[in-house]
């Protein structure tokens, strides 16, 4: 048996070794695995503290992998999955929050958009003129419920947009025609698209949330997923739909763009025997996790667990499948989440904050970049964004076709063998102009610093990140030098891009 097993490894690595000679020129462009989680918080994996979650699939792909200490997203899935597509800031598109979820008035918001218009380039376009074979897959969230309507309003908009409540099926078939399908992914760059609608949740059945399935259990409600006989759970069904495409396409480079609903509500169980471990598993006291405040919370905690294991347990096959095709060593595969945790489900007492929030446990992220032999393994403290994904594929696969004159990122590129020296001194930039868990607001953070500067009053919050990751001591009357400086830069920023403040900010810039 011994003997059998070896010749079987032997015969697979000089079969990858012979495919990879004899396709050279058909692998010159990197294929692209894109795995962006939903909800998913930055210590809600075991690769970056968690004992509670289990990811062994995970922490070991970490292992072989640039760990990004410092990844961040906007503090909700509209914005940061906008700046992921987009490459843009907020004040471009018009995108600072989820709209259902802004408070207040338009003197004290400027409400968000929902769709982000065909002057707004995604990156999977120029990535099609380049050759590349794409799919989109789960939440999508760039397109609102209604189109036409919203882009013909005067923005700023008065009010809120709104959405049709779970069970009112009546937009999908004006959705499936041209008019709106330009806005969805195969009007895009993408040749597929499997489940990518408005809804920022699996949950379009009558109920969502309180529904029995909550969009996790087949048959699946979502009116973009077609029905199988074998369906049984989404993130599973999910994955199916990124190995059948890599199956089809393998002879030329690919995109997986594979967003998965879960983490994000309505949180369901996996099965009952993951239930049952969890149920039974020690909590992790330092993070806060497993345990909840009640009854209620804590059956929830267990039942997030398993959903984070589904994950990992699907990245291993998604990793199954490229070393058995002899893709791995062409393909690079990154690993993120679009915001901090749901406080509902998860913690992280090591951070202030969660999503929603613009502190730490709102807008940093788990990361990894894994591309054996092109990336350096190893934990990088240099602090990147949402707005880098965009430039990157874009240097990944020597695509130029494309206008960089409002990119707002960089690619991560330069750091995939050492720290780079220009990414770790440039500041980065938040604006949030629509109020959610707390005021609007600016922020930079730069080297150690963060600022955030409140719009309405031009109130300071000054952190050390190095020293108090959990924000816990505002410092902004205690270090006036740094306040002044950053604050400058902040408002220069600003004012260079002419971005839009609220109508009762007290702030000229």
């Known amino acids: 048996m011994k003997k059998g097993l070896l010749l079987v490894i032997i015969i697979a690595f000089f079969s990858c070794k012979t495919e990879k000679s004899s396709n050279v020129e058909t692998f010159k462009k990197p294929n692209i695995v894109f795995v962006l989680v939903d909800d998913l918080g930055y210590a809600d994996v075991g690769f970056n503290g968690s004992k509670y979650f289990q990811t062994p699939n995970l922490d070991a792909l970490a292992k072989e992998s640039l760990v990004l200490d410092n990844a961040y997203m906007y503090p909700t899935c509209s914005p940061s999955r906008t700046a992921i597509f987009t490459g843009k800031q907020s004040f471009r598109t018009g995108v600072y929050t989820v709209p259902v979820l802004e408070k207040g008035t338009a003197e004290e918001n400027i409400f968000s958009r929902w769709t982000v218009g065909k002057e707004h380039p995604i990156y999977a376009e120029p990535l099609a003129e380049a050759g590349y074979k794409s799919i989109h897959i789960g939440k999508y969230h760039i397109v609102g419920p209604y189109p036409e309507k919203e882009l013909a309003m005067p923005f700023p908009f008065q009010q809120k947009l709104t959405q049709p409540e779970p069970g009112d099926y009546s937009w999908v078939e ?53 029905e199988k006989a074998n369906d049984d759970w989404l993130t599973d069904r999910l994955t199916d739909e990124a190995i059948d495409f890599m199956k089809s396409h393998k002879t030329e480079p690919f995109l997986i763009n594979l967003n998965y609903y879960a983490v994000h509500r309505a949180i369901r169980s996996r099965s009952d025997a993951l239930y049952e471990k969890y149920k039974n598993k020690p909590v992790d006291s330092v993070l806060g ?221």
Not at 181 to 197: D, H, L, S
Not at 434 to 453: N, W
């Open 289 to 509: 996790q497993g345990i909840g405040r009640n009854a209620k919370l804590r059956d929830l905690a267990i039942k997030y667990a398993t959903m984070v294991e589904s994950v990992d347990d699907n990245i291993k096959r998604v990793l199954d499948f490229l070393d058995e095709s002899c893709l791995r060593e062409n393909t690079i595969i990154i690993f993120t989440s679009d915001n901090g945790y749901h406080r509902m489900a998860s913690a992280n007492k090591q951070l202030r904050g969660a999503k929603g929030d613009i502190y730490e446990g709102g807008i940093k992220v788990p990361m990894l970049v894994n591309w054996p032999e092109k990336v350096t393994p190893r934990r990088s403290d240099v602090a990147v964004t949402a707005l880098d994904i965009f430039p990157t594929l874009m240097d990944l696969s020597k695509t130029e076709d494309y206008d960089s004159s409002e990119l707002d990122g960089a690619s991560i590129i330069p750091l995939f063998k050492s720290d780079d020296k220009s990414l770790n001194e440039r500041p980065l930039f938040w604006h949030l102009a629509s109020r959610y868990k707390h005021g609007t607001c600016s922020v930079i953070r730069k080297g150690d610093y963060k600022l955030i500067q409140f719009l309405t009053d031009g109130k300071l919050e000054l952190y050390n990140l190095k020293n108090d990751a959990s924000e816990s001591k505002n410092l902004s009357e205690m270090e006036l030098g740094k306040s002044k400086v950053l604050l400058s830069e902040l408002v220069a920023w600003r004012k260079a891009n002419n971005v839009p403040l609220p109508p009762n900010s007290v702030l000229e810039f």
């Open 174 to 226: 004006t959705h499936k025609k041209p008019e709106i399908a330009q806005y969805y992914p195969e009007g895009r760059g993408f040749i597929k698209n499997v489940g990518g609608t408005f809804r920022g949740d699996p949950g379009f059945e009558e109920g969502g949330y309180k529904s029995v399935a909550g969009g996790y259990w087949a048959p699946f409600s979502n009116p973009f997923i077609r």
